[in-house]
C-alpha cells in the first residue's frame, strides 16, 4: 500500500504561470516532508523541504504548504521556468528513522516556452 | 566533494549472470540507501545502512538481493541470478543523521541503469 501518493503523473504549465504539484500521505506519523526533483539520466536533487509542526515553507520561487489535517501537502513554483521541466518527487520521513524516505510515484512537470 | 558515485553508469547482463553495482558515499556520511527506480513503482527503498550497519532491509525484494557494507565509504549491491523483471534503474543515497538540527537531507548518486536480456 503506497504511503505517499502523487495522483498526477504528468502536469504542464506555461512559462510565467504558476506550477501547483500535489502530494498526499496516509501515514500520519511522518515528521518531515521532501520534494525532490529529477533530469533524465540523473539522480533525484534534494529541492525544498517541510516540518511537520509547520504549514509552509518558502525558498525564492518555491513554497512548499502542508495541510496536516488534509494529509496533504504541495510544492508551487511561480513564476515557472523552462527549466522547472522535470519529474518532482514527493518523500516523506518517519521520526527516528535516520533519513530513510518513503516517495510517491513522481509528477512530470512540463514548463512550455 | 565530489558527491555519491555509482559504478557502472549502465550494466547490461544475461539473465542468470550475478550483477554488481558499487556506491560511494558523500565522505562523512553515516547513512546509506539503495533505490530502485521502476515505470510501475516509482521510487523503492530496498535498503537502509546506519554507520554501516544494514538497519531497515524489508525493500529487498527477494533473496536474490543482498547488499553490504564493508566500511564507510563503500556499499555494494549484488543481484545473483539476475532476470529480466530486475531491470530498472537504482539509485544509492547518503545522508548524514543525526541529533535534532544536524540532519541532512539524503544525496543521491546519478544511478546505474540494469538491463537484464
Known amino acids: 500500500d503506497q504511503q505517499v501518493k502523487q495522483n498526477s503523473p504528468s502536469l504542464s504549465v506555461q512559462e510565467g504561470r504558476i506550477s501547483i504539484l500535489n502530494c498526499d500521505y496516509t501515514n500520519s506519523m511522518f515528521d518531515y516532508f521532501l520534494w525532490y526533483k529529477k533530469y533524465p539520466a540523473e539522480g533525484p536533487t534534494f529541492l525544498i523541504s517541510i516540518s511537520s509542526i509547520k504549514d509552509k515553507n518558502e525558498d525564492g520561487r518555491f513554497t512548499v504548504f502542508l495541510n496536516k489535517s488534509a494529509k496533504h501537502l504541495s510544492l508551487h513554483i511561480v513564476p515557472s521556468q523552462p527549466g522547472d521541466s522535470a519529474v518532482y518527487f514527493c518523500a516523506a520521513r518517519y521520526p527516528n528513522a535516520g533519513n530513510m524516505l518513503t516517495f510517491g510515484g513522481g509528477t512530470r512537470l512540463m514548463v512550455k516556452p | ?117
Open chain 2, 1 to 117: 566533494d565530489a558527491g555519491v558515485i555509482q559504478s557502472p553508469r549502465h550494466e547490461v547482463t544475461e539473465m542468470g549472470q550475478e550483477v554488481t553495482l558499487r556506491c560511494k558515499p558523500i565522505s562523512g556520511h553515516n547513512s546509506l540507501f539503495w533505490y530502485r527506480q521502476t515505470m510501475m513503482r516509482g521510487l523503492e527503498l530496498l535498503i537502509y545502512f546506519n554507520n554501516n550497519v544494514p538497519i531497515d532491509d524489508s525493500g529487498m525484494p527477494e533473496d536474490r538481493f543482498s547488499a553490504k557494507m564493508p566500511n564507510a565509504s563503500f556499499s555494494t549491491l549484488k543481484i545473483q541470478p539476475s532476470e529480466p523483471r530486475d531491470s530498472a534503474v537504482y539509485f544509492c543515497a547518503s545522508s548524514l543523521a543525526g541529533p535534532a538540527g544536524r540532519n541532512t537531507e539524503a544525496f543521491f548518486g546519478q544511478g546505474t541503469r540494469l538491463t537484464v536480456v
